[in-house]
C-alpha cells in the first residue's frame, strides 16, 4: 500500500512539472534586488540549477521600495512569480489576498523539520491571521546602534548602554564646525518603525496592546521621544528631519556622525565605507533596565498559489534554507542566519555585529514586543499618517505625547476591528 | 445620398475612438473608483460607498484643505515668476550681440533636464555638508550645516527655486517664438511716431504676445498643479508636510496606502477645481478674442 502511495506521488509530481518533457522554469522574485545582493543570489542559483538540471530558475531582482507594489500588480494581473522573497511586513497584506501558500506541511516534511529559529518562525506566525507559515524565514534581523570606535576611542568615552548615555556621548562627540554630529535621526520615510523601536527599548514596555488598547502612547515612550527630539539640530544635523535610510547612511559612512540607528541591513555599507572603525552595540535600555526589543521583519521566502510548478518552488526554497545557502546567503549580507545548524559556523565567531545579535536574542532576559505589522492599516498608520507628524515633533511644532497618543487611538481602533474580523 | 448620411460620422469616428479610449474611459473610472471603498489592503471592505470619500474629504481631512492652499500658492508663485523671468530672458535673447546663439542655448537648456535629474542637481547644490550653503558658511555667511530644505523657513523658497530654474526656459521659448513673428515694420512705424523703448514694449510687444501669454500660463498652471516628481524626489512633500501638494498627497494615498478609491475622490476634486479654473481664466482673458 504504501509503495503505491509513494509510486503514485512520483507519477504525480512528474505530471505537474510537466509531464517529464524538458525543464521546468520557475520564476523567483528577490525583494531587495541590488548591487549587493543580487550576484549572492545568482551564486545560490548556479549551486541549484547544478544540482537540478531539470529545473531553471529564473530570477528576477525588485528594490525594496517599490517591491510591496510590484507584488500587488503582480496579484491583481495574476502574475505573481513562483517564489518571491518576503518580509513580515507585507507578509499579512500578501496572505489577505490569498496570494499564498501555507508552507507547515512542507516544512514538516523536509529537512528543515526542527531546523529554524523558533523566535523567527513564530514572527512569521503572528503575522497572519490563521496563525499558518506562509513563509519560511531565512534571516533574522535586529535593530542595532553602528558606532564610531575611533570617535568614542578619541574622546575618551565608552560606548553607552543606556539611552541617557547615548544622548550625553551624542553631545559630547558634536562639533558644527567641524561638521561633526554625534547622532543622526531617521526623520524622513522609514522614521516611524524605527522611532517605536527606540521607544519600547527605553519604555521596557512588553506589549503592544494591552486590554486591546494600544500601549504606544504610553508616558514613558513619549519621554523617549521627546529626548530624542531635543537632539535634533543640536548633536545631529539639521537635514535629519527629511532623512531617509540613504541620506542618513550617506552622513554616517561620509564620515560627519558618530552614531546611527538602523539594522544589521546596512552592515553591507557601512563595514565597506568604515571598515574597523565602525561597530554594533544593542539598542539602549531605559531606566527599568529591562531590554525589550521589537523584532525587525524577518525576511523569508513564499510560494505563490498561483504557481504551476509548486513541487519546483519549494525546491527551491528548501535549497535557500538548507544550512550550506543559508550559511553563505547570511555570511554575506551579515545577518542571523534562520537555520540553526549555520550557528557554529566559523565565520558567526568573527562578525561582531551578527555574534552581538544573536547574544541579545538568545538571553533569557530579552523580552520581545512584536510590532502588529499584521494589520492591514499598519503601514498606512505608521508611515502615511505618522511620518509627517514625527517631523512636527522634530520641529517643535507638536509634543511627543499628542503625536503618540494620536498613533495610539488609531492603532487601536485597527486592532478592535482586526479582532473582530478574526 | 446615402453615403453623406454616414460618411462625417465615419471621418470622425477616429478621433471620437481615440477620445475615447484616452480620455473618456480613465475619467470614467477614476470617477467610478471614488465612489467605491477600494483598498488593496482590506478587500473584504471594497465596494460602492457613494459619496463617503467626498464626505470625508471635505468635512474630515485638513491635510486636504492644506495640500490645496499649498497647490494654489505653489502656482501662482512658480507661474508668476516663471512667467516674468521667461519673459525678460526671451527679450534678452532676442536682441542682436555676439554670442546670442551660445546664450539661447544655454538659456533652453534646463528645459532638455528631467525633473527627477533637476532634483539631483539640486540636492547636491543644497547638500549641508558640501553644497553652495556650506562654502557661503566657509566665507564667514551663514551657519554650517544649514540644510534649506530641512528647514520649514526655508524649504519653500529652495523649492521654488529649482522648479524655476527648470520651467523659466519653457516661456523663454515660447515667448522667443512669439517675439520672432512681430513684424518688423510695426516697430519701426512707433518709432517714427515718436515711442520709445517701453512704450513699444507696452503699445507693440505685450499686445502682440498676448495669447502666447494666456496659453503658456494656463498649460504651465496646470502641469505645476500637477507637478509630483520634482517635489517628492527634492522633499518627498515635507517637512511636515509643508511642501505636499494636491497631487502628491494622492500619490500617497493611492501609492503608500493603498486606499484608491480616497485617492481617486482626491483626483477627482484636483480634476474638477482645474476644469472650472481653466475655462472661468480663458472666459476672462478672451483668448483668441486678438482681432
Request: hydrophobic share 45%; charged share 15%.
Amino acid at each position: 500500500m504504501r509503495a503505491l502511495l509513494v509510486v503514485l506521488a512520483l507519477v504525480l509530481s512528474a505530471c505537474s512539472s510537466g509531464g517529464g518533457s524538458g525543464k521546468t522554469t520557475i520564476v523567483f522574485w528577490d525583494n531587495n534586488g541590488g548591487p549587493g545582493r543580487t550576484p549572492i543570489y545568482e551564486e545560490l542559483i548556479k549551486r541549484f540549477e547544478a544540482a537540478n538540471p531539470d529545473i531553471d530558475v529564473e530570477y528576477v531582482g525588485i528594490p525594496s521600495s517599490s517591491v510591496q507594489q510590484k507584488y500587488d500588480t503582480a496579484i491583481a494581473g495574476g502574475s505573481t512569480p513562483d517564489v518571491g522573497g518576503v518580509t513580515t511586513s507585507y507578509l499579512a497584506h500578501l496572505v489577505g489576498q490569498e496570494a499564498l501558500v501555507a508552507l507547515d506541511d512542507r516544512v514538516e516534511g523536509s529537512a528543515l523539520k526542527g531546523k529554524l529559529l523558533p523566535s523567527l518562525v513564530e514572527t512569521v506566525r503572528q503575522t497572519a491571521p490563521d496563525g499558518k507559515l506562509y513563509s519560511v524565514p531565512s534571516s533574522g534581523n535586529m535593530d542595532v546602534i553602528w558606532y564610531r570606535t575611533d570617535w568614542f576611542t578619541q574622546a575618551g568615552i565608552t560606548p553607552p548602554k543606556t539611552w541617557d548615555e547615548l544622548v550625553a556621548a551624542a553631545q559630547r562627540l558634536t562639533d558644527p564646525a567641524a561638521n561633526r554630529y554625534g547622532y543622526t535621526i531617521r526623520g524622513g520615510a522609514g522614521s516611524v518603525f524605527q522611532l517605536l523601536t527606540e521607544a519600547y527599548s527605553y519604555s521596557g514596555v512588553a506589549e503592544f496592546f494591552s486590554g486591546g488598547k494600544s500601549t504606544v502612547g504610553d508616558a514613558r515612550n513619549a519621554e523617549l521621544v521627546g529626548k530624542i527630539a531635543a537632539l535634533y539640530k543640536k548633536a545631529t544635523p539639521e537635514a535629519d528631519v527629511n532623512n531617509s535610510y540613504t541620506q542618513m547612511v550617506a552622513q554616517f559612512t561620509g564620515g560627519s556622525v558618530g552614531m546611527m540607528h538602523h539594522n544589521l541591513g546596512s552592515y553591507g555599507d557601512v563595514t565597506k565605507a568604515l571598515g574597523d572603525r565602525v561597530a554594533a552595540l544593542p539598542l539602549p535600555v531605559g531606566p527599568s533596565g529591562k531590554r525589550t526589543v521589537v523584532p525587525n521583519p524577518t525576511d523569508g521566502f513564499a510560494v505563490f498559489k498561483n504557481s504551476e510548478n509548486q513541487d519546483a518552488a519549494w525546491k527551491f526554497v528548501e535549497f535557500l534554507t538548507s544550512k550550506e545557502s543559508n550559511s553563505y546567503w547570511n555570511e554575506k549580507v551579515g545577518q542571523i542566519p534562520a537555520n540553526t545548524e549555520v550557528r557554529d559556523a566559523a565565520w558567526i565567531a568573527s562578525n561582531q555585529p551578527v555574534k552581538m545579535a544573536l547574544g541579545v536574542l538568545e538571553d533569557p532576559a530579552t523580552v520581545t514586543v512584536p510590532a502588529p505589522v499584521y494589520l492591514p492599516q499598519y503601514s498606512s498608520i505608521t508611515k502615511t499618517d505618522s511620518e509627517p507628524q514625527y517631523q512636527k515633533v522634530l520641529l517643535g511644532e507638536l509634543t511627543p505625547q499628542a503625536f503618540l497618543d494620536e498613533m495610539a487611538s488609531k492603532l487601536t481602533a485597527a486592532q478592535k476591528e482586526w479582532e473582530e474580523r478574526r | 445620398m446615402r453615403t453623406k448620411r454616414w460618411a462625417p460620422y465615419a471621418l470622425i469616428a477616429p478621433t471620437l475612438l481615440l477620445m475615447a479610449v484616452f480620455l473618456v474611459y480613465p475619467i470614467a473610472s477614476v470617477v467610478h473608483y471614488s465612489l467605491q471603498r477600494y483598498n488593496v489592503t482590506q478587500p473584504w471592505k471594497n465596494g460602492f460607498i457613494g459619496l463617503e470619500n467626498f464626505r470625508v474629504m471635505l468635512t474630515e481631512d485638513p491635510l486636504f484643505w492644506q495640500s490645496l492652499v499649498f497647490s494654489a500658492k505653489w502656482v501662482v508663485v512658480e507661474v508668476g515668476l516663471q512667467l516674468l523671468l521667461g519673459l525678460v530672458l526671451a527679450l534678452i535673447v532676442n536682441e542682436t550681440f555676439i554670442g546670442r546663439g551660445l546664450a539661447r542655448a544655454m538659456v533652453f537648456s534646463p528645459w532638455a533636464v528631467s525633473g527627477v535629474l533637476t532634483t539631483g542637481i539640486w540636492i547636491l547644490l543644497y547638500n549641508p555638508s558640501t553644497g553652495i550653503f556650506q562654502q557661503l558658511a566657509e566665507w564667514g555667511i551663514g551657519s554650517p550645516g544649514t540644510s534649506v530644505l530641512g528647514d520649514p523657513a526655508t524649504v519653500f523658497p529652495a523649492t521654488v527655486v529649482t522648479e524655476l530654474w527648470r520651467g523659466v526656459p519653457f516661456f523663454a521659448i515660447l515667448l522667443l517664438a512669439d517675439l520672432q513673428s512681430i513684424p518688423n515694420d510695426l516697430y519701426e512705424a512707433a518709432a517714427v511716431d515718436g515711442a520709445g523703448r517701453w512704450r513699444r514694449f507696452i503699445s507693440v510687444t505685450l499686445p502682440h504676445l498676448k495669447d502666447a501669454i494666456i496659453l503658456s500660463t494656463l498649460l504651465r498652471a496646470v502641469w505645476e498643479f500637477n507637478n509630483v516628481d520634482l517635489i517628492y524626489t527634492l522633499t518627498g512633500g515635507g517637512p511636515a508636510n509643508q511642501t505636499t501638494t494636491l497631487p502628491l498627497y494622492v500619490a500617497r494615498k493611492a501609492v503608500d496606502s493603498h486606499d484608491f478609491g480616497y485617492g481617486s475622490a482626491l483626483t477627482v476634486a484636483g480634476f474638477v477645481i482645474l476644469l472650472f479654473f481653466s475655462i472661468l481664466y480663458l472666459r476672462l482673458s478672451k483668448f483668441g478674442s486678438r482681432a
